[in-house]
């Protein structure tokens, strides 16, 4: 894997300081906001059926998360996605605690089917169950998958045509067949709420500036791991990690993704 494109991905983001609209929930929501900031991007977290459609014409990406789920967010949720797939803008859908309540589930499975998802972003329990080969959800935290989890997310890929994105000790990117591997990251990063939705702002912000999204994920989870992996080195408790992990992203630089990620095919 030449870590080059990786490091382009966010000369690129930096560069265009692309706008990610998010639709997501209101327990990471400022946190989203500023993480995306932080790498170099430009957030809004409009979600009244009245302005998504308009707001999300101006955006590199919309970043769709049902971690709080309500049916008039969905609705919006439906609204921009439509106008997002008009206008050829990316969509990343976080379908956080898929398989842990029928609601849930049959939410994102909707998403998916009225929506064209560019990228699918979620743990080994959400993964699985999208991908019908099983997958365990605690809440909205995994409990795992049963079988062989690269098998899950090139299955995904291959029944969505999104790119699927599963996060975990070792992060798993595919769009059926280019399969790469993610071990940046730290088990701090793992203590703390927030950061797979802070994870898929990243993708996100990534997508919008770099067209290959398989790269463009892989590049965004190993910024992110590189991040976790640096703020351990300083932090005391779980609270200081997670501001001295922002603190990294927002310091950040192309060279630290040639030198630092760990990116690798299976």
């Known amino acids: ?29 400022n946190d989203c906001a500023n993480i995306t900031l932080f790498i170099g991007a430009a957030p809004v977290m409009a979600e009244a059926p009245e302005e998504v459609a308009e707001m999300v014409s101006m955006a590199g990406a919309l970043v769709l998360n049902i971690g ?7 609705g919006s949720m439906l609204l921009a996605g439509r106008r997002a797939n008009e206008l050829k803008i990316p969509v990343v859908l976080d ?3 898929a398989g842990a309540t ?16 560019d990228i699918i972003k ?8 999208l991908a019908g080969v099983g997958g365990s959800v ?43 591997l993610v071990n940046n990251g730290h088990e701090m990063m793992g203590r703390i709420s927030g950061t797979g939705c802070m994870a898929s702002s990243l993708v996100g912000a990534f997508a919008a500036a770099f067209k290959d999204h398989v790269r463009s994920s892989a590049a965004a989870l190993a910024a992110f791991g590189i991040a976790g ?16 992990m ?9 060279k630290d993704l040639e030198t630092d990620a760990k990116v690798r095919e299976p």
């Open 68 to 74: 709080t789920l309500r049916r008039e967010q969905v």
């Open 229 to 244: 992996e640096r703020a351990a080195l300083k932090a005391l408790s779980p609270y200081s990690f997670k501001i001295a």
């Open 95 to 97: 379908p956080v605690g």
């Open 138 to 180: 605690r809440g909205v935290d995994s409990n795992g998958l049963t079988g062989d989890p690269i098998y899950a997310c090139r299955s995904l890929a291959r029944g969505t045509g999104a790119v699927v994105v599963m996060s975990g000790p070792t992060d798993i990117i595919t769009d059926g067949q280019d399969t790469l």
């Open 102 to 117: 029928r609601y849930r589930t049959e939410t994102a499975q909707n998403l998916l089917r009225d929506l064209h998802i």
């Open 1 to 29: 894997m030449d870590m080059t494109t990786l490091s382009g991905a966010l000369v690129s983001l930096k560069e265009k300081r692309p706008l990610v609209h998010h639709i997501t929930n209101y327990v990471t929501v």
């Open 122 to 129: 979620g743990n080994a329990g959400e993964i699985g169950t």
């Open 246 to 254: 922002l603190d990294e992203v927002s310091s950040l630089i192309p």
